[in-house]
């Protein structure tokens, strides 16, 4: 039974790119999030989705920022132009309905030159 | 908003020693879940062990305790019988049962060394 599955495991973007994260959650949970963890710091809630809807987008910044989970395959966080500042390790995580507890996956790790 | 609060940044133990890290946090909820999550070196998060709010019982994991003080707002975490595997980040987090919103709330964290 595979935990929550994330690629790449690292991503090196030149400012302006666009950063493509993929999250496939365990089987049979249909909750995902994505959390942000600057370094030195605790992890920082961005979004929540389910299949094909956005529950709670109150983390995402406003711009450059966007993130989906489509009826077939993973959930995306997109990233576009990035910045030095958008450095850090994302890490997914996934539930299924009505448990308390999310299992998270191994994180990727940004960085940006 | 709810806020949780680590205020020790760093920690350490003897082996087979027992160790309390601390956590507050702030909530006008009456029903919430709390959590410490374990980060090793390898940056996987893993789930320690989980509070429900309106459980008086303290959760307990092998050698994982947790001292849960409702009106207090203070959630701490005591490892019995410490190893060297236990050395990592821990951080604690909380999340709202009502409001339809599943999202954790992180502290901090603390960083935890096991000395042999």
């Known amino acids: 039974n595979a935990g929550v599955m994330q690629n790449p495991r690292h991503l090196v973007r030149r400012r302006g790119q666009e950063a493509r994260l993929r999250c496939s959650p365990m089987?049979?949970?249909?909750?995902v999030y994505w959390y942000r963890q600057l370094p030195e710091e605790g992890l920082k809630f961005m979004v929540y989705?389910?299949?094909?809807?956005?529950?709670?987008e109150s983390g995402m910044p406003k711009e450059r920022f966007s993130a989906e989970f489509p009826k077939e395959g993973p959930s995306i966080l997109r990233i576009q132009q990035v910045v030095r500042g958008d450095s850090a390790a994302y890490f997914c995580?996934?539930?299924?309905?009505?448990?308390?507890?999310?299992?998270f996956g191994p994180g990727t790790r940004l960085t940006v030159t | 908003a709810q806020t949780v609060t680590q205020s020790q940044p760093e920690m350490s133990v003897q082996e087979a020693e027992t160790v309390t890290l601390s956590c507050t946090y702030d909530?006008?909820?009456?029903?919430?879940?709390l959590f410490w999550y374990k980060q090793p070196p390898s940056r996987q998060m893993i789930l320690v062990i989980r509070?429900?709010?309106?459980?008086?019982q303290n959760a307990t994991e092998n050698r994982f305790s947790v001292n849960f003080q409702k009106a207090a707002k203070s959630f701490s975490l005591k490892i019995s019988d410490s190893q060297l595997g236990d050395a990592a980040m821990y951080f604690c987090?909380?999340?709202?049962?009502?409001?339809?919103?599943?999202?954790?709330?992180f502290g901090k964290g603390m960083k935890l060394t096991v000395n042999p």
């Open positions: 995580a996934s539930s299924g309905t009505g448990t308390s507890w999310q299992y």
């Open positions: 089987k049979g949970h249909s909750h």
């Open positions: 989705l389910q299949k094909e809807n956005i529950i709670d």
């Open positions: 909530t006008s909820e009456s029903d919430y879940y």
């Open positions: 509070q429900e709010a309106y459980k008086q």
């Open positions: 987090a909380y999340r709202a049962v009502q409001g339809g919103s599943e999202k954790l709330v």
